[in-house]
């Protein structure tokens, strides 16, 4: 078993500089391989959206055409406060909505608050935990407190290696 702390052995492990290297120039390229997979979705998502919404725009407005005329239709036939109408094929309803408010200016509105009515105001209440961190310290004396060390993070920075040259490819759907 290996001991806290050290890295446990790989199958392959690296014997040299010059195999590290090579090692590193094959993770740059598996790295913008991956890059171009990235792109080629987002691409492909990003028209397969707009073919979506191309064909989905002409029902969206059927559905509102036909939903407008069977209110109107339902509206000239509704008794008193009826909250629906039943057909054969299905029912048209009328739902009550939540109230909702409009504020035009709210900064003035909080201050009215604040002398007026505080009871109407929220207080949300957070740590600063990065205030805390800067003064080491003061943590100390906190109650509950304790500032964890970072830890090291293990990070491949490869440099930038050209690739390999290749005809122009364009990816079609």
Do not use: Y
């Amino acid at each position: 078993m290996a001991e806290r702390g050290t890295p446990k052995a790989v199958e392959g492990d690296i014997q040299d500089a010059a195999e590290a290297s090579r090692v590193l120039v094959a993770i740059a390229s598996a790295e913008r391989q991956l890059a171009a997979v990235t792109t080629d979705l987002v691409t492909d998502v990003a028209a397969l959206q707009a073919a979506a919404e191309t064909r989905a725009a002409p029902l969206r407005a059927r559905i509102e055409a036909l939903t407008a005329r069977l209110e109107s239709w339902a509206t000239r036939r509704r008794i008193g406060r009826a909250r629906s109408i039943t057909l054969t094929t299905g029912r048209l309803c009328w739902h009550p909505r939540p109230d909702s408010l409009a504020i035009a200016d709210e900064a003035a509105l909080v201050r009215w608050l604040q002398s007026n009515r505080p009871a109407l105001l929220r207080n949300n209440v957070s740590i600063d935990q990065a205030a805390i961190l800067a003064d080491p310290d003061a943590a100390a004396t906190l109650p509950g407190v304790t500032i964890r060390p970072g830890r090291e993070a293990f990070v491949v920075a490869a440099a930038a290696v050209p690739p390999a040259r290749r005809p122009f490819q364009r990816h079609e759907p």
